[in-house]
């Protein structure tokens, strides 16, 4: 069955590094997205992204966040200098449609430990 | 924005009985409510979704209902396994891109 698959599956970094965390989505899919879960809470949304550009973004997916898709299988999320509060798992998500007519299919995760 | 209210946060109950999960949203243009199911260390998982023009779906023994008029939706698990225990979420859109609102999580623990 295909999977969305990431790496790495844990990182651990110092504060106000920069890390790259990658996902490769299910292969014929369009809409690619990026969430968040901090620790025993709830799955937040980040970005979305389609046909090569952010789609949508939330409050969380400030100037230190950035996207791209640079050869058309890898999406990766980077985030430029890193905070304590960054730390939490990152789940990349791609869909063949939009999730009101198709399912969000979900990668096991990064888990980002900035100290 | 959408928002997205799921009770209750914790929920343990005995092998074979069900289990009922609710959520409520604000906003009465959603029309799509999944359920992701979270196992330790991996990412959600969708069990089961409905669509606004209907009121129940089943999957053997999973079944989601959902009152368009009172906003809410409910997970209904039946003839509950140790293997259910997981996180359940629901979730509903939360704009015109297709990413999601989740709600909080309930943590179902089904004890042998």
């Known amino acids: 069955e295909p999977e969305v698959t990431q790496t790495p599956s844990h990182q651990v970094t110092q504060m106000g590094q920069e890390v790259i965390l990658r996902c490769v989505p299910i292969?014929?899919?369009?809409?690619f997205y990026w969430y968040r879960q901090i620790l025993g809470q709830k799955v937040e949304f980040l970005v979305s992204?389609?046909?090569?550009?952010?789609?949508?973004k939330s409050e969380i997916f400030d100037d230190q966040f950035s996207v791209e898709r640079p050869d058309g299988s890898n999406f990766t999320l980077k985030i430029r200098s890193t905070k304590l509060e960054d730390s939490a798992m990152y789940f990349c998500?791609?869909?063949?449609?939009?999730?009101?007519?198709?399912?969000?299919?979900f990668g096991e995760g990064s888990r980002l430990t900035v100290l | 924005g959408e928002n997205v209210e799921q009770h209750p946060s914790t929920l343990s109950v005995q092998e074979g009985d069900s289990a009922v999960i609710k959520c409520t949203y604000s906003?009465?243009?959603?029309?799509?409510f999944p359920w992701y199911k979270q196992e330790l260390g991996k990412g959600p998982q969708l069990i089961i979704d409905?669509?606004?023009?209907?009121g129940e779906k089943k999957d053997q023994r999973i079944a989601v209902t959902l009152n368009k008029t009172a906003k809410h939706f409910s997970l209904h698990i039946t003839e509950t396994q140790p293997e259910d225990s997981a996180v359940y979420f629901c979730?509903?859109?939360?704009?015109?891109?297709?990413?999601?609102?989740f709600g909080k999580g309930t943590k179902l623990s089904v004890k042998p």
């Open positions: 998500a791609s869909a063949a449609r939009l999730s009101n007519t198709g399912e969000l299919f």
């Open positions: 292969s014929n899919h369009l809409y």
């Open positions: 992204f389609y046909n090569n550009e952010i789609s949508e």
């Open positions: 906003d009465s243009a959603s029309n799509y």
């Open positions: 409905i669509r606004s023009n209907v």
């Open positions: 979730a509903a859109p939360g704009g015109s891109q297709g990413n999601l609102i």
